[in-house]
């Protein structure tokens, strides 16, 4: 499957943004979905996964109770809702997307994901 992710920007703090990543492909549903993000001088870091079904949902420490995560299998589309953005939010987004049986937990390891989109910037001010 391809990824193509939009959405980034540059906002101020406490400023929201929605990230989308359209897969393009057979078989969206049989993917596990995640949005891993890099700031420069930083590792790569798992941000929010999502299960195949959409029912099992991971969210890092830093953006849990402000980022959302959610799936559109008919759009072939994953969303990442950021609300309350922080200047430390800022880095590079990558949707990825980790074909998977549908009982399989999920992963927040890089490893894991076979299909990774081109990234989109997100830039949160002070």
């Known amino acids: 499957v391809q990824l193509q992710a939009s959405g980034g920007g540059l906002v101020q703090a406490g400023g929201s943004l929605r990230l989308s990543c359209v897969a393009s492909?057979?078989?969206?549903?049989?993917?596990?979905l995640a949005w891993f993000r890099q700031a420069p001088g930083k590792e790569r870091e798992c941000v929010s996964v999502?299960?195949?079904?959409?029912?099992?949902?991971y969210y890092g420490d830093a953006v849990k109770g402000r980022f959302t995560i959610s799936r559109d299998n008919d759009k072939k589309t994953v969303y990442l809702q950021m609300n309350s953005l922080k200047p430390e939010d800022t880095a590079r987004y990558y949707c990825?997307?980790?074909?998977?049986?549908?009982?399989?937990?999920?992963?927040?390891?890089?490893?894991?994901?076979?299909?990774w989109g081109q990234g989109t910037q997100v830039t949160v001010s002070s």
């Open positions: 999502i299960s195949r079904s959409g029912g099992n949902t």
């Open positions: 990825a997307a980790d074909s998977v049986i549908l009982s399989a937990p999920i992963s927040t390891r890089q490893t894991s994901y076979e299909s």
């Open positions: 492909g057979h078989s969206f549903n049989r993917y596990a």
